[in-house]
């Protein structure tokens, strides 16, 4: 047995289910809230081992904002509870105890936390640029990629998987193509491991037949995974499906980007010339 075999064997008797999104997410959050409490001891642990003074609050600053920028609001909130408790039982007299004894002490404990609400507003600021910017170049390089596919002039079908490849990448899920043929819809493109099943054609139908996006509460979508994103045109009618990620989206298919790829799907199937302009 190989050491990536005896790894996986050990993984799944430590963590049933790993692999699985859900089970990501939860050993993320343990590690979250895990790191959100040693850090801050520790910081205290250095601080009131070598700065005895106002200063050591800065010790506090690093893991706040690191936890801030990679875990969230939450686990920077949490931190900054610990970090103040740390902060008392390390640093402030009578040492390693939490309460305090003069009014000094409670201002100094007090000031610690003006500065770590600072640090963890800009570590969840400059996290949120960083997501946006990473989710832009992700959209940014999607799109390039099906351009390629549209120029090159291959055959449809290239260009439909091509377009729903797209839409997984931007979107990071599974997405569909479905393509009216014959009064009916049919799977005409897939990311790696997308289907779909009776309930989706039936809302992807109604979202054609509508000419309306189905999903995000829509009624017709109920039992589907998918947000259905309709094209039709004299040359070209089709739904452009996007798997609905767990927990729901605030804004599933209206950003802009699906229409993007609906344009590119038409440009390299719906019989339209092309025209480069110089």
Request: glycine share 10%; aromatic share 8%.
């Amino acid at each position: 047995m190989s050491n990536a075999d005896l790894s996986s064997v050990w993984r799944g008797a430590l963590w049933p289910g790993a692999g699985t999104l859900r089970a990501e997410r939860l050993r993320r959050g343990l590690i979250l809230v895990l790191v959100s409490v040693i850090a801050p001891i520790a910081a205290g642990w250095v601080a009131g081992r070598f700065t005895q003074n106002p200063i050591a609050a800065l010790w506090f600053a690093p893991p706040i904002f690191l936890i801030a920028l990679w875990g969230g609001l939450g686990p920077a909130v949490l931190t900054i509870v610990v970090a103040v408790a740390a902060f008392d039982y390390w640093v402030l007299p009578p040492y390693r105890s939490l309460f305090l004894t003069q009014a000094s002490d409670l201002w100094m404990a007090a000031g610690l936390v003006p500065c770590a609400i600072i640090a963890s507003y800009l570590g969840v600021r400059l996290r949120r640029q960083l997501w946006t910017i990473r989710r832009h170049e992700t959209r940014s390089e999607a799109l390039r990629l099906l351009s390629h596919a549209v120029v090159s002039q291959g055959p449809p079908e290239a260009v439909y998987f091509a377009a729903a490849n797209a839409l997984s990448r931007a979107y990071g899920a599974q997405a569909v193509i479905l393509v009216a043929t014959g009064g009916s819809l049919e799977l005409a493109g897939g990311s790696r491991g997308a289907s779909v099943s009776e309930s989706d054609l039936n809302a992807a139908t109604w979202a054609l037949a509508n000419n309306a996006p189905a999903g995000l509460g829509c009624d017709a979508s109920t039992g589907s995974h998918y947000d259905f994103w309709p094209l039709t045109t004299p040359t070209l009618s089709a739904v452009l499906g996007v798997e609905r990620k767990e927990g729901g989206s605030d804004e599933g298919l209206r950003d802009g980007v699906v229409e993007m790829v609906a344009g590119y799907l038409l440009a390299g199937v719906g019989k339209r010339p092309l025209y480069v302009v110089r």
